[in-house]
Nanobody
Framework: QVQLVESGGGLVQAGGSLRLSCLAA???????MAWCRQAPGKEREFVAG????????KYVDSVEGRFTISRDRAKNTIYLQMNDLKPEDTAIYYC????????????????WGQGTQVTVSS
């Protein structure tokens, strides 16, 4: 069992930056992790994923070049650095773990956090 706690969300103006953190309680050894988001009235979507080693990453096209996912295995934590934020980035951001070291753009993950709200004003 893995429990995930996200932090770092908030209100920011367009063009600003935020850094999200996700602390995992329980072993994530060998597992891929990801950030997904859900905007009001929309389905949850994959945003960024990172493999166990931290060297492999994957992003949805809309955040490529603006967001960076990273992983600190010693702290059992992943991060999402979000720069040049846009109003369309407004959503609840969720941290997720897949019980395999497989990166994909699906939202088929095994464990989820409770989410952190990100609001970008224009």
């Amino acid at each position: 069992q893995v429990q995930l706690v996200e932090s770092g969300g908030g209100l920011v103006q367009a063009g600003g930056s935020l850094r999200l953190s996700c602390l995992a309680a329980g072993s994530t050894f060998g597992y891929a992790m990801a950030w997904c988001r859900q905007a009001p009235g929309k389905e949850r979507e994959f945003v960024a994923g990172i493999g166990w080693g931290g060297g492999a990453t994957k992003y949805v096209d809309s955040v490529e070049g603006r967001f960076t996912i990273s992983r600190d295995r010693a702290k059992n934590t992943i991060y999402l650095q979000m720069n040049d934020l846009k109003p369309e980035d407004t959503a609840i951001y969720y941290c997720a773990v897949r019980r395999a070291n497989v990166l994909s753009s699906s939202t088929d993950y095994d464990y989820w956090g409770q989410g952190t709200q990100v609001t970008v004003s224009s």
